[in-house]
């Protein structure tokens, strides 16, 4: 019974501290770190995408954040990165792909603003106004991306709106570089582009002589058609005042760019990631208005919790005033101590039971001894119960129990003594 006594007690006093430990880790492995390197997929290096993403690296870099960028033919490629776990962030084209054919893919925010260019050579357009309506491209030249890219998908709607089949225009297949050349050589017609005013291959586009940017006059329809779309006035000069680009004020298309995310994405990477977008975008001082962007409008993508409830109310206190990393454990560790709690709390109301019942299971055994002592004593008179009764005896004195439950020992060596007399007086 001692034996048995001792080995209750040891898996009281050691058992449960290392029950709790081993639930500690559990739930600690169970809550994952955030990567320290992620990738994210982007465009041309001469676009803005690829500018962006390279500043948004150096505000990452801060936070001890790796990010490495990646470019890519275009939108529809950037999603099909996402998709294959290629890439946790890319740079997404308004109008380009479908939530239902891309599941699990969700969005941050709207970064920026493209616009949609259409330059030409006036050469070949001999009406007197040049190119202002795009069915005027039919049986022409024309660059408009790259299979894959956003460009190209945008260029392939806005060419169905007017009902121009592909056959009908010679498309040529060049990246926005390479169709510079060729309307320089005369090898093309027009190109179509879908860039921010910001990024280096639209100021080389629209610092080359003899090129003209086509306005377009019925960009209020578009904008109703397409609903990504949204009309915008580039005013004359506004991207470049010495050298007067554009030469006059322009009626264009405009869609924005949405940075996108993979549900691999640790949780926790949302708020950096989003306070780096709000830096870039300063950084890079593009021709919008303050608190314009990062924005919740704009796109169809189901849009990420973590980064809606940034946009509405900013970084948390702790993200506010201490590094990531530190926010990270400080995270973790909540997350460990709130479920040990939970397990606690129940623990502690069971321990006095459990105390309780020790206590009544240890002085219960020497009742029991007692009782059949006396029986056996009460039975045969000349049974020997002394040196039985000493033993019980001591193994009474012996008993050590919380103050609590003094009085339950006590009324055991009161028994105890009760049977010496009548079985003395026996």
């Known amino acids: 019974m001692d034996q048995n006594s001792s080995t209750r007690r040891f898996a009281l006093i050691y058992g449960l501290p290392f029950l709790l430990m081993a639930i500690g880790i559990a739930i600690w492995l169970w809550v994952p770190v955030p990567q320290k390197q992620i990738t994210i997929t982007t465009g041309a290096d001469t676009g803005l995408y690829y500018r962006f993403a390279q500043q948004l690296a150096l505000e990452l870099k801060k936070e001890k954040i790796e990010l490495k960028v990646q470019t890519s033919a275009g939108s529809l490629e950037n999603l099909q990165r996402l998709q294959n776990h290629q890439a946790q962030l890319a740079i997404i084209q308004g109008g380009v792909g479908k939530s239902t054919d891309y599941p699990g893919i969700e969005a941050l925010a709207a970064i920026f603003d493209e616009q949609v260019w259409v330059f030409y050579r006036p050469h070949s357009f001999k009406d007197k106004e040049g190119l202002t309506r795009l069915t005027q491209l039919k049986g022409r030249k024309i660059a408009m991306g790259m299979p894959g890219s956003g460009t190209r998908v945008l260029a392939e709607q806005l060419l169905s709106l007017n009902q121009i089949q592909n056959q009908e225009v010679q498309i040529i297949d060049r990246n926005a570089k390479d169709a510079l050349h ?62 007067d680009l554009p030469a006059k004020d322009l009626h264009i298309l405009s869609t924005p760019a ?28 593009l021709l919008q208005k303050d608190g314009d962007f990062p924005s919740a409008q ?129």
Do not use: C
Request: proline share 7%; aromatic share 8%; charged share 20%.
């Open 258 to 285: 949405v940075l996108a995310i993979h549900p691999d994405l640790h949780p926790a990477l949302i708020t950096p990631i989003m306070r780096a977008t709000e830096a870039t975008l300063e950084h890079l001082d």
């Open 182 to 243: 060729d309307l320089k050589n005369g090898h093309l017609d027009a190109a179509i582009l879908v860039s921010g005013p910001q990024a280096p291959i639209l100021m080389d586009y629209l610092k080359t002589p003899g090129l003209q940017v086509m306005s377009f006059e019925q960009a209020d329809a578009y904008a109703l058609r397409l609903p990504f779309l949204k009309k915008v006035t580039v005013p004359r000069g506004v991207i470049d005042l010495p050298a």
């Open 298 to 426: 704009g796109f169809s993508w189901p849009h990420n919790a973590d980064a809606s409830y940034y946009l509405k109310t900013g970084p948390s206190f702790l993200h506010r005033h201490l590094p990531f990393w530190t926010v990270v454990w400080i995270e973790r560790a909540i997350r460990l101590i709130v479920p040990l709690i939970a397990i606690l709390i129940p623990l502690i109301n069971i321990i006095p039971t459990l105390i309780r019942m020790r206590v009544d299971a240890l002085t219960g055994a020497v009742y029991k001894q007692l009782r059949e002592l006396e029986l056996k004593a009460l039975k045969d008179s000349n049974y020997v119960w002394r040196h039985e009764w000493d033993q019980l005896q001591a193994k009474a004195m012996r008993l050590k129990v919380p103050k609590k439950f003094s009085a339950n020992v006590y009324e055991l060596r009161m028994y105890v003594d009760m049977i010496r007399e009548k079985l003395e007086q026996r």
